[in-house]
DNA sequence: GTCCGATTTGACCAAATAGTCAAGATTCCG
DNA sequence: CGGAATCTTGACTATTTGGTCAAATCGGAC
C-alpha cells in the first residue's frame, strides 16, 4: 500500500478494454456499498473490519459485494477517494484578499459543519493517519502538504501585516483541525461526559460558538 | 487508585486460591509485553492487532505471551489500566485556588508533554474511542465525567469573577484535548505536512509556544 | 415473450488468527 | 548438586476471514 489514489481507483479504464457504462443497478449499489464501508472502516479502521460487516451492514451478500469491487483495499480506497476532496474544500476557500478574522471563521465553521454533518468521514481519515496513513500518505505529503504551505503564507502575511496577533501559521492550522475534528472524531468520549446533553438542539452551535470565541479573540491582534 | 477496569483484568485474586507473588522473571516479561502491546494497539486498535504482531515485537514467541496473558482481551486491558490514571492527572491537578491563566498554562503545557513523551498511549485511547470506547465507556461515564464536570465548575467560577473571558467550561477542556493529543494522534499528518522539520529539536517547544498562545489570548479576560 | 448480459448467491477454499497442550528447558532454592 | 516450580515452545485445533466459482436468477432491449 501506500499509493496515489487516483491510479488505483478508476484503474480498468487502460487496455483498450471499453469501460462500459455503469447500469443503474450497479450506481445504486455501489453508493450502497460506499456508505456501508464508510461506517464501517470509520470505526474500526482498515485492519479491524471486515468484509462481511461491510456486507450485512449493506444489506448484501458478501460475493454479491465482491462483484462490485473484487478486494477489501478496492473498497476502502474507492471510500477514501469518495471523501478526499470534499475534506480540502474548506482550506481551499480562504482566500488571500478577505478579511483574516473573517476568513478564518469561515474556514472553522465550514470544518465544524462538516464535522456534524458527516463524522464518519472525520474518523475514516483518523483511523487512517492513526495507522500511519499508509493508503493516503502520498496525498498528504503532495496536495495536502502544499495547500497547506500556501494558505500558511497567506496567514503569514496576514501577521506580518499586522491583521492578525503573530502566530505561527501552521499551527494555526493545526490547532483549526484538532479542535473541529474532535467533535467528530471523539464522539464517544464527548457523549460519555456530557451524556443526553449532545443530542439538544444547538449542541452544535454552542460548540462552534466555544471554537470561534476562543480562536478568534487568541489570534486578533492585541492593540 | 481503583478504576473501572480493575475487576476484569486481576480476576484470578478470587476464590481463595492464593496469588503468587510475581516472579522477576514475571515483572519483566510483563513489563516487556505491555509496550509492545501499547504500540501495536495504538497503531491498529484492538480488532486489527493480532496477537503474533504483539509477540513479535516483544521478540517472544506466541504461546509465551499466552502464558503472561491468557487472552488478547487480557492484554489489551492491561495496557489500558496502565496508561489510564497516568492520562488524568494533569485534569485533576488543576487547582481552584491559583490563578486561572497559570493553572490552564500548566494544565495545557503537561498534556503537550505528554503526548510528546507517550504518544502511544494518546493513539491508544484515539482508536479505543473511535471504536466507540467499548471497554472504558464506563469509565469515561463515571470517573472522568465526574472530574470534567467538577473542574468544569472551577472554570465557570473564575468566568464569574471575570477572571475569564466568558467561554463555556466544557467546550474549553475539550479544546484543549484536542489541540494538545493532535500532535500525538495525527503525528503522521503532520510529518506528511512538515516532514523532517518534526525532527528538528524545539519543534515541540514551538508547538506548545503556538497552542499556548492562541488559547490563552483566546481566553484572557479582555479589558 | 425471448434472449443475453448483468446480477445474485450457496458452497467452497486457502490463509490468517486466537488459543491449547504436552513436553522440554531453565531457574530457583535448599 | 537435585528436584520442584517456573518458563518456553513446536505442533496442533477451531474459527474467522478474504476471496473464488459455477450455477441460478433477474432486467431490459427487441
Same sequence: chains 1, 2.
Avoid: C
Avoid at 474518523?123 to 496525498?139: H, M, Q, T, Y
Avoid at 467528530?184 to 446533553?197: N, P
Amino acid at each position: 500500500m501506500g499509493e496515489v489514489l487516483d491510479a488505483k481507483l478508476d484503474g480498468e479504464t487502460e487496455e483498450g478494454e471499453a469501460k462500459r457504462q455503469p447500469t443503474r443497478i450497479q450506481a445504486i449499489n455501489r453508493e450502497i456499498i460506499l456508505e456501508a464501508a464508510l461506517e464501517v472502516f470509520a470505526t474500526h479502521g482498515f485492519r479491524g473490519s471486515t468484509v462481511d460487516q461491510i456486507a450485512t451492514r449493506a444489506a448484501m451478500s458478501k460475493p454479491n459485494l465482491l462483484y462490485y469491487y473484487r478486494r477489501k483495499q478496492d473498497i476502502y480506497y474507492a471510500v477514501l477517494q469518495h471523501t478526499l476532496d470534499d475534506w480540502l474544500a474548506p482550506l481551499e476557500a480562504i482566500d488571500a484578499e478577505g478579511d483574516p478574522i473573517e476568513q478564518l471563521r469561515r474556514y472553522i465553521t465550514l470544518k465544524l459543519e462538516m464535522s456534524a454533518e458527516n463524522p464518519a468521514a472525520s474518523r475514516l481519515f483518523a483511523n487512517e493517519i492513526l495507522a500511519g496513513a499508509p493508503v493516503i500518505g502520498d496525498f498528504l505529503r503532495s496536495r495536502l502538504r502544499t495547500l497547506v504551505h500556501d494558505k500558511a503564507a497567506v496567514i503569514r502575511r496576514w501577521v506580518g501585516e499586522g491583521r492578525l496577533a503573530p502566530v505561527d501559521p501552521v499551527h494555526l492550522i493545526f490547532l483549526i483541525w484538532a479542535t473541529t475534528q474532535h467533535y467528530a472524531d471523539f464522539d464517544a468520549q464527548i457523549r460519555a461526559v456530557l451524556g443526553s446533553q449532545v443530542e439538544q438542539p444547538g449542541f452544535y452551535e454552542q460548540a462552534a460558538q466555544a471554537v470561534l470565541t476562543i480562536v478568534l479573540n487568541g489570534i486578533r491582534p492585541r492593540d
